[in-house]
Nanobody, 114 residues
Framework: VQLQASGGGLVQAGGSLRLSCAAS????????TGWYRQAPGKQRELVAA???????KYADSVKGRFTISMDNAKNTVYLQMNSLKPEDTAVYYC?????????WGQGTLVTVSS
């Protein structure tokens, strides 16, 4: 199983990015996915999560700005990030469960300039 995270980049404050986390190599559908981020010198934190039943959860710091969604047909989870702030700068990782086994993507860097 491979997870391919993509969509990071450099954006100005107030801008938007959409991250993708695509799972391949498995015949199972996604049970749940969490997007995490880790800024330099800080611990990795959960940003948003979604289950196969479309239950979602967000960190307080991103509520109202980020939206997580799942495309079951593509086994892909998206993180739409709007109104980005410099403090959103971090490496973003996806953690996906397939058949109750967790896998990590390689991380994608998001840099928000002020």
């Amino acid at each position: 199983v491979q997870l391919q995270a993509s969509g990071g980049g450099l954006v100005q404050a107030g801008g938007s990015l959409r991250l993708s986390c695509a799972a391949s190599g498995s015949s199972f559908s996604i049970d749940a996915t969490g997007w995490y981020r880790q800024a330099p010198g800080k611990q990795r934190e959960l940003v948003a999560a979604i289950t196969s039943g479309d239950t979602t959860k967000y960190a307080d710091s991103v509520k109202g700005r980020f939206t997580i969604s799942m495309d079951n047909a593509k086994n892909t989870v998206y993180l739409q990030m709007n109104s980005l702030k410099p403090e959103d700068t971090a490496v973003y990782y996806c953690n996906t469960y397939l058949n109750l086994i967790g896998y990590w993507g390689q991380g994608t860097l998001v840099t928000v300039s002020s």
